[in-house]
């Protein structure tokens, strides 16, 4: 069975209502991405970062998985799938995918400020006194601007071994998850599905650009990996 793997970002999950950042002008949910997504942001006002997850944390237990988180997991019938997503919710799983690594942590968990290591899941509300098992506040379990990707080796490791490589809902602009396409092998078949496919993506004969939304998209590729 041959390896497909699957690199997703924020566009897979707008179509269940989840807003992106990147289409309201640089504000996620009316925030400078900034002042919510950086260590600059939760040192400056630790509450109010709280408080725009728990927001994000709320809307995520009212959202469904859409068609083309569904199609993608139904692509396990046929290839050994595995998910490398930008995506912080967890529709991927909801929608029936069994193997997906978190590239940008997740919404479900938050962590120990100290112990990066200590993981917690968790579905309600995060308050300043939430503390990990060694007393130490509890944040986000979310990679922000300018910290490191923990999973990105793991990520390079599982692109190594694609035998076909999908982008889908990603503007390809997002580093270090952008320069994964690198390490896929030679001229294996790699199909980009985005409404707004890069400018600056570097298209060659082994890769196939399907211009649209991502359950459109999904429906396609379907006709064509799925006999």
Same mark, same amino acid.
């Given at each position: 069975m041959k390896n497909l793997v699957v690199l997703s970002g924020a566009g897979i999950s707008a179509e269940s209502g989840i807003k992106t950042f990147r289409d309201a002008g640089g504000l996620w949910e009316g925030h400078d991405v900034m002042e919510v997504a950086s260590p600059q942001g939760w040192n400056a006002d630790p509450e109010m970062v709280l408080e725009f997850y728990n927001q994000r944390r *709320?809307?995520?237990?009212?959202? *469904?998985?859409?068609?083309?988180?569904?199609l993608v997991s139904e692509l396990e019938k046929d290839y050994n799938v595995q998910v490398i997503t930008q995506n912080v919710d967890n529709l991927h799983e909801r929608g029936g995918a069994t193997d997906v690594l978190h590239l940008h942590g997740e919404l479900f968990k938050v962590r120990s400020t100290k112990y990066e290591d200590l993981i917690y899941n968790w579905k309600k509300d995060l308050i300043i006194g939430d503390l990990c098992d060694e007393g130490y506040q509890l944040r986000p379990h979310i990679v922000w601007f300018g910290e490191a990707v923990p999973m990105l080796g793991k990520a390079i490791e599982i692109t190594q071994k694609a035998d076909i490589f999908i982008i889908i809902g990603t503007s390809m602009q997002v580093y270090p998850a952008a320069s994964l396409i690198e390490y896929t092998k030679p001229n294996i078949p790699i199909y980009f599905i985005d409404p707004n496919p890069a400018t600056s993506f570097s298209y060659s004969k082994n890769v196939t650009v399907l211009s649209e939304k991502a359950s459109i998209g999904m429906e396609k590729l379907m006709e064509i990996l799925v006999i």
């Open positions: *709320k809307q995520l237990l009212t959202v *469904k998985p859409n068609k083309a988180h569904v």
